[in-house]
């Protein structure tokens, strides 16, 4: 089966002739047409990453995932109500009209099989917070921990 995308001009690497490979990443643009570019994004669906929020509107929040078109983070998706610069920690996932889109509800993409021991030191990145179990950590942006209530200061 052959697909066709748009690969813009500017986006074909220069003293690129017919025939040569290169590795793209395709998306749909907003007017749903599968979009083939060189650009490398900051995250892969099923990836978490951190992003910077560029804008809010009236369907959500749109982040910088280091591609001309920004992501959507649709306000069901988002744990709270994220603000203009602000740094989020989402998912990439591909929404029901097949775009890609945003996620704050990380839990589900991280795992609890982390190559860590009791006592090594991480840096994380807490990404929800609960007033009864205390503050959910993203280590790596793979592995989930929990900071108990008691040891928050």
């Known amino acids: 089966m052959k697909y066709l995308y748009c690969f813009p001009k500017k986006q074909v690497p220069e003293g690129t002739g017919q025939g040569d490979e290169i590795t793209v990443f395709i998306y749909k643009d907003s007017e749903d047409r599968l979009i083939a570019t060189t650009a490398i994004p900051k995250l892969l669906v099923g990836e978490t990453e951190v992003l910077k929020v560029k804008e809010v509107g009236k369907i959500g929040a749109f982040l910088d995932m280091g591609l001309e078109k920004d992501l959507l983070l649709p306000y069901k998706e988002q744990t709270y109500k994220v603000r203009t610069g602000e740094n989020v920690l989402v998912t990439l996932y591909i929404d029901k009209s097949k775009r ?54």
Not at 121 to 143: N, P
């Open 100 to 153: 890609l889109a945003a996620t704050m509800r990380v839990y589900a993409h991280m795992s609890n099989q982390s190559p860590y021991k009791k006592d090594d030191q991480v840096t994380g990145i807490i990404y929800e917070f609960s007033d009864t179990l205390g503050a959910f950590v993203a280590v790596d942006k793979k592995y989930y921990g929990l900071i108990p209530k008691k040891e928050l200061f």
